[in-house]
């Protein structure tokens, strides 16, 4: 199979796959999901990406179909029938299905799981951002399908021939992206927002973090603002399929660049970390 779809025990060619009309994902988009990079049918950060998928479905009381053992052999088995080994591995879980009524069916959610040939970006090109207010509602730690917010902050950069949307909320403090959390390096500092529930707790940035404590790099995890972001040394956003992608501008003005040697110490061991986790294991 070139794209594998699965929903709910069926698997079949993703275009090809369909999904009744009554799945609550239709009615409410009413479900979380997760998603992670594989490479030679090895997918990087299983442990992390799972937790993070149960711990969204439980925030959201989603009963979910499968234990996290079973999840993960799941996704181990399917990712051995798509014809390229290198993926974008996406699953969500939603509540079930049935008329459409708000409150919660009973039973337990529907799994979907999509697999897509992707390799990962290696960051060795800067890229360019705009920003918009962030008006998503006040829980972005919970991974939901729900992404309307986020589908309008990436058209206004898709326009604007941009890589990114960088998102504050009102008084100036930066959040995160469209699809990536966001930091920066002031000082030989890394600075990037909190993990409360105005982001996402990304897998990459929780990397990055840990890579930084190997190279000594302090980390400070208190908010910053869009007038912090503008006068640091380096912008860096990172997301599962982006592990580490610096920002040269944002809408249309210069930033970051001044610390180039910082940027690549860090760049390079999160790329070689993905790369070694992903390894094919020597034979024996
Ligand atoms: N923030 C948002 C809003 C996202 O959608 C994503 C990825 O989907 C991220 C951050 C990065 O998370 P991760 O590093 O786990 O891919």
Redesign the pocket.
């Known amino acids: 199979m070139k794209e594998l779809g699965y929903y709910n025990g069926r698997i079949g060619e993703l275009s090809e796959m369909t999904v009744p009309m009554n799945d609550r994902a239709c009615w409410f988009g009413d479900g979380v999901y997760?998603?992670?990079m594989v490479r030679n049918r090895r997918l990087f950060a299983l442990d992390e990406?799972v937790d993070?998928f149960f711990r969204s479905a439980a925030a959201l009381r989603i009963v979910m179909p499968v234990t996290k053992e079973e999840l993960k052999k799941l996704l181990n088995e399917l990712v051995q029938k798509t014809e390229s080994g290198n993926l974008f591995a996406y699953y969500q879980v939603t509540r079930g299905g049935g008329p459409r009524n708000h409150v919660f069916p009973e039973g337990p959610g529907h799994l979907w799981v999509t697999l897509t040939p992707r390799e990962v970006n290696e960051g060795k090109t800067p890229v360019d951002a705009v920003t918009a207010e962030d008006t998503r509602f006040f829980h972005?730690d919970i991974?939901t399908i729900n992404?309307i917010p986020?589908v309008m902050a990436s058209q206004k950069a898709k326009e604007a021939g941009c890589h990114e949307c960088i998102l504050y909320r009102p008084g100036g403090r930066i959040t995160?992206?469209?699809?990536?959390?966001i930091h920066i390096l002031k000082d030989g500092v890394l600075r990037t927002a909190p993990t409360d529930h105005l982001?996402?707790?990304?897998?990459?940035?929780?990397r990055m973090i840990g890579i930084c404590g190997e190279l000594q790099i302090p980390v400070d995890e208190t908010p910053f603002s869009i007038t912090d972001l503008m006068q640091a040394d380096e912008v860096i956003a990172?997301?599962?399929?982006n592990l580490c992608v610096r920002i040269k501008t944002v809408d249309g003005q210069a930033v970051g660049m001044k610390a180039p040697e910082l940027y690549e110490a860090i760049r390079s061991a999160v790329l070689a970390q993905y790369y070694r986790e992903t390894d094919i294991p020597a034979a024996r």
């Open positions: 997760d998603a992670e990406h993070r972005c991974k992404l986020s995160e992206c469209s699809h990536s959390n982001i996402l707790p990304g897998i990459a940035r929780a990172t997301s599962s399929s």
